[in-house]
């Protein structure tokens, strides 16, 4: 029984493991691309899109697929058997909201540009960006449910897709304007993720579509009607999708606070960077620096914490539904145990090779001593990923997102009060503090938790 246990688990995080790395090395291989075709200030500007981006995924994705997981996996373990219904009713929620979402960004454009980036060169690539946000939303959807039934193929051969199709629209539209003679625009980079998106959710549409391969041995008969696959789950449709935004929405209102918080953040350095002394101009470069090179190094990595913490959720999810907690705990032990060795073998590379690395591969020595200070969050960051991907599985978002909230006004606090006399030093202090207070939050709760429903 146990092995059974662990066997999606192993094999889902080895599918999403590899495809994870090749992704982000493709990835990385791209930042490098990009910073060498736009240069340091174009990566700054491109860098603001990212909140825009995160608080629209946020709002009309991450809570619904999150939710979608939670549900498929958890009628799995109770009804030993699968529906596509949580899809359904996730899909009815979060398409609506994407649709609204991109009809807002591609019309007030101009004024978000403006007023809340303080860039107005943002506007455009806004547009662009807006058609992506619900092609996200479906495949993120879809995503979920194959989560949920631990075939993590789907998702990984949509995450391997996307990045490479990103990168070769890019670099197609980009070399046919240079062999015109000018210079292309960050924009194409917006292009590309954008025609990324299409290609993932195409991908993910034809995976899900009756007549497509079952997605798992649990799944009813191929050749029994599809509608067959409803009748095992015994709430109605009303009951379904108030279980369904019982869980998005908590998660979602969660995620949009922090999202602002982070909003406020990415929009304050380049601000607070001037009040330092530097001009605009250096300013979005030491920003580009740091969110553009150094941060995706850094994270590269992660994704094997990534790929764990997101099977994680279901897995602890059906163990907890079980009243498994003895297995509840064994993968928190060995998750803590795995990902601390990781997190401190970073850190000495990193420090080891910081400087190396920013100025070899980005022609930056201010990419290297980034890297080589943000090696020392390693061992909590990659810890943090699956910590709150359990607590979450736990039913505990509400205190994740309490943790979350405070650690991001620790970065805050100093982003407004030691950036403007320390420099982006100031900054880099808030994001050691603030990454230290989270695991130790992470792990206190995680402790008195399984302390409060440890066996007699």
Not at 14 to 43: D, H, K, P, Q, W
Not at 54 to 65: D, E, I, K, R, V
Not at 184 to 208: N, Q
Not at 438 to 454: A, D
Request: glycine content about 10%.
């Amino acid at each position: 029984m146990k092995a059974k246990q662990r066997h999606p688990l192993i094999i889902g995080a080895f599918i999403l493991t590899a495809t994870g790395i090749a992704s982000r090395l493709i990835g990385f291989l791209y930042r490098i691309y990009l910073s060498r075709l736009f240069g340091e200030e174009n990566m700054g500007i491109y860098q603001l899109l990212s909140p825009v981006l995160s608080l629209s995924f946020s709002l009309t994705a991450a809570g619904y697929q999150t939710a979608i997981s939670k549900l498929v996996a958890e009628q799995a373990a109770i009804k030993e058997t699968h529906s596509r219904r949580p899809l359904a009713a996730g899909l009815g929620v979060s398409l609506p909201l994407s649709l609204l979402c991109n009809w807002v960004l591609f019309f007030y454009a101009d004024a978000i540009a403006v007023n809340l980036l303080q860039e107005p060169r943002t506007a455009s690539m806004l547009r662009i960006l807006s058609f992506s946000i619900p092609l996200g939303a479906v495949h993120s959807c879809i995503n979920g449910y194959f989560y949920g039934i631990k075939k993590a193929g789907i998702p990984a051969g949509a995450q391997l897709l996307e990045q490479l199709v990103r990168v070769g629209c890019v670099y197609i539209v980009s070399s046919r304007i240079l062999a015109a003679g000018r210079t292309p625009s960050v924009g194409v980079a917006v292009l590309g993720l954008t025609v990324g998106e299409l290609a993932s959710m195409v991908f993910t549409i034809a995976a899900i579509l009756p007549g497509a391969s079952p997605a798992s041995g649990r799944e009813l008969a191929p050749g029994r009607n599809l509608w067959r696959r409803y009748a095992a789950d015994s709430d109605s449709d009303a009951v379904l999708l108030g279980k369904l935004l019982s869980m998005a929405l908590p998660l979602t209102a969660n995620r949009i606070v922090l999202n602002l918080l982070q909003s406020v953040e990415a929009v304050s350095i380049p601000a607070r960077l001037r009040l330092y002394g530097y001009d605009t101009a250096t300013a979005l470069s030491v920003y580009g620096v740091f969110t553009g090179m150094a941060m995706p190094f850094i994270y590269f990595p992660n994704a094997l914490t990534s790929s764990v913490a997101v099977l994680l959720l279901p897995v602890i999810s059906e163990n907890y539904a079980l009243g498994n907690m003895e297995a509840v705990k064994n993968a928190t032990v060995r998750t803590v145990k795995y990902c601390g060795l990781m997190g401190f073998g970073c850190l000495g590379l990193f420090v080891l090779l910081g400087n190396w690395a920013g100025t070899t591969l980005f022609g930056s020595p201010l990419a290297g001593y980034f890297i080589t200070t943000l090696g020392f969050i390693c061992p909590f960051l990659y810890l943090d990923t699956t910590l709150s991907s359990i607590l979450q599985g736990l039913g505990l978002a509400g205190h994740t997102f309490v943790m979350n909230a405070l650690c991001l006004l620790i970065r805050l606090a100093f982003i407004f009060l030691a950036v403007p006399r320390f420099g982006v030093r100031g900054f880099l202090w808030g994001l050691l503090a603030s990454q230290l207070t989270l695991g130790v939050l992470y792990l206190l709760c995680l402790y008195g938790f399984l302390k409060k429903h440890k066996r007699p």
